[in-house]
C-alpha cells in the first residue's frame, strides 16, 4: 500500500496488486494525452465534435433551450457527439438544438412520461435484487431483477413493467444477485464485533477544515469506525460522515493531520494517474476502476441517475434503497467497495457502491457520483483540489432513477447485471484475511 506510517506520509491510492494488463495498456500511454475535439470551423446546424467530458456541458446548454421537450442525451464514443433526444418539440427548438452542435433525435416517451414511470416502479415495486434507470438511447426505462426476485415477487415486478407499457419500460432478468464489494483503490481495514472489514479508498481529499481525508463507500463507513492501512494494524483514520442507504458515501480522516495526501490514483507496477477534477459521468463515456481486489479495470458508462433496491442485511424483510447511482459495465469483486471511478485524463467520477458477476464472467457496477460526495461533505479533492467537474449532470431523474443520463453508450444498460456470487441482498463483505464468516455490511458494493 502507499500509506506509510510516517511524519508527512505520502497517502497515494494504491491497489495492492497487479493491475490488469488491459486496462493498463489503454490508460497509461495515453493517461495524459490530450483529446481533441474542438469544433473549429464547424458549420452551422452541423453536429459538434466533443469529448466525452464536455458532453454534460453540452446538454445542459441544449436542456434549457428545449425545455420540456428535452427527453435525455447520450453520448456516441464512434462518432464523438451529442446525441439528444427530444419529444413534441417544434422545428424552431429542435433548429435551435442543431445550431447549438448536438443530434437531435425525435423520441416517443417524454422525461415526464419516464419519471412517472420510475415513480410508479417505486411505489409498487420496490423489491429487493431490483434497479431501473433510464436509457436514453432506447428512451425507455429499463428494469431489471436479480436471481433472488421469484416466485410472488417477480409476478409483482413483471406484472408493475408490463402495466408501464412496452414503449415504456423493458423488464431484464439478471443471473447474479446485487451484493456490496466490500474489500477496494487501496486497501483498508477494520475489525468489528462480526468480524474483519475491507474496503477500498476512493479518492484522498482535503475536508472543509482543511484536513487531510478520503473518500471511500458509505457502507464502510456505517459498518466501522476506524480504518488501518494494512491488516491487523493500529488505526490511521477516523470516519467523520457517513451515509447509507439512500446515498452510499463516506468521508474519512486521517489521524495524522502531517498526513500528505496526493489527488493521484496509483494503478499499479509504479504508475500513477494524477486526479484533476471530480467530473459528473456520462453515458457512453470510456472509464476505468481500480479496487484493492481485481485492480484496475475498463468499460463505459451505461446509466446515469440509477436506483438499486438491495435486501437489508440488518432487517431480513426491509430494503436498502440507494439512488442517484453511476451505472457502468465494468467488472467488481468483493473487496473493491469505495474504490475509483475515473477517466483517463484524472477526472474523479464516482466511488464503488455495489453491483454483481465479477471480473471472470463480467457483470454490472453501481458507483456513488463523487460530485454529490463532496458537495455533501465539503470536502475538495486532494490538496485543495476543485469540486467542479466537466459540466452540469442531467438531473432528470431525480432519486427515482428515472433521470435523463447524458452520454451515450455502448453497452446495454442493466440493472443487476450477471455474476459470481448468490448472497442475495447488500452483499457480502470480503474479509480482512480473516474467514468470511458472512458477517456483512449492508451496502451496495
Not at 489503454?26 to 464547424?42: I, K, S, V
Not at 428545449?66 to 433548429?95: E, I, P, W
Not at 464485533?193 to 479518492?203: A, T, Y
Not at 447524458?406 to 452483499?427: I, V
Request: glycine share 18%.
Amino acid at each position: 500500500m502507499s500509506h506509510k506510517r510516517m511524519p508527512k506520509r505520502k497517502a497515494a491510492i494504491a491497489v495492492g496488486g497487479v493491475a490488469a494488463l488491459g486496462a493498463a495498456a489503454l490508460l497509461l500511454p495515453h493517461a495524459n494525452a490530450a483529446q481533441d475535439g474542438g469544433d473549429q470551423g464547424r458549420a452551422a446546424g452541423t453536429a459538434r465534435t466533443l469529448k466525452a467530458g464536455d458532453a454534460p456541458g453540452l446538454a445542459a446548454q441544449v436542456r434549457k433551450t428545449l425545455g420540456a421537450a428535452f427527453a435525455g442525451s447520450y453520448y456516441d464514443t464512434a462518432k464523438r457527439q451529442l446525441v439528444v433526444d427530444v419529444a413534441g418539440a417544434g422545428d424552431d427548438l429542435v433548429a435551435r438544438a442543431e445550431r447549438a452542435g448536438a443530434v437531435v433525435r425525435q423520441v416517443d416517451n417524454s422525461i415526464a412520461e419516464l419519471r412517472s414511470a420510475a415513480g410508479t416502479l417505486k411505489s409498487k415495486a420496490t423489491i429487493p435484487g431490483t434497479s431501473w434507470a433510464v436509457d436514453p438511447r432506447t428512451n425507455k426505462v429499463l428494469v431489471t431483477a436479480d436471481s433472488t426476485v421469484t416466485g410472488a415477487r417477480w409476478d409483482r415486478l413483471e406484472s408493475t413493467v408490463h402495466g408501464l407499457g412496452s414503449g415504456t419500460a423493458t423488464l431484464k432478468r439478471s443471473a447474479g444477485t446485487f451484493k456490496t464489494f466490500v474489500s477496494g483503490g487501496d486497501a483498508i481495514f477494520s475489525q468489528t464485533q462480526e468480524g474483519g472489514v475491507r474496503c477500498s479508498l476512493g479518492f484522498n481529499v482535503t475536508a472543509s477544515d482543511g484536513s487531510p481525508a478520503f473518500l471511500t463507500a458509505g457502507h464502510c463507513g456505517v459498518a466501522a469506525k476506524q480504518w488501518s492501512d494494512s491488516q491487523g494494524g493500529r488505526p490511521v483514520a477516523t470516519v467523520d460522515q457517513a451515509t447509507f442507504p439512500g446515498n452510499d458515501f463516506a468521508l474519512v480522516k486521517y489521524d495524522d493531520a502531517g498526513t500528505q495526501a496526493p489527488s493521484e490514483v496509483n494503478v499499479g507496477n509504479g504508475q500513477t494517474v494524477q486526479i484533476n477534477q471530480a467530473a459528473d459521468a456520462t453515458v457512453g463515456q470510456s472509464v476505468f476502476r481500480m479496487g484493492s481486489t481485481t485492480g484496475l479495470h475498463d468499460g463505459q458508462v451505461t446509466g446515469l441517475d440509477a436506483t438499486v433496491n438491495f435486501q437489508s442485511e440488518t432487517d431480513p424483510g426491509g430494503v436498502d434503497t440507494v439512488t442517484g447511482l453511476i451505472q457502468t459495465n465494468v467488472c467488481a469483486e468483493p473487496g473493491d467497495s469505495g474504490g475509483s471511478l475515473f477517466t483517463q485524463d484524472g477526472s474523479a467520477l464516482g466511488l464503488t457502491s455495489g453491483g454483481s458477476g465479477d471480473c471472470t464472467n463480467g457483470g454490472e457496477t453501481f458507483f456513488q457520483p463523487v460530485t454529490a460526495a463532496l458537495q455533501a461533505t465539503g470536502a475538495t479533492l486532494g490538496a485543495g483540489g476543485g469540486q467542479a467537474g466537466a459540466g452540469g449532470q442531467d438531473d432528470t431523474g431525480g432519486q427515482d432513477g428515472a433521470g435523463d443520463q447524458s452520454g451515450a453508450g455502448a453497452g446495454d444498460q442493466s440493472g443487476a447485471g450477471a455474476g459470481a456470487g448468490d448472497e442475495s441482498g447488500a452483499g457480502d463483505q470480503s474479509g480482512d484475511g480473516s474467514a468470511d464468516d458472512g458477517s456483512a455490511m449492508t451496502g451496495t458494493n
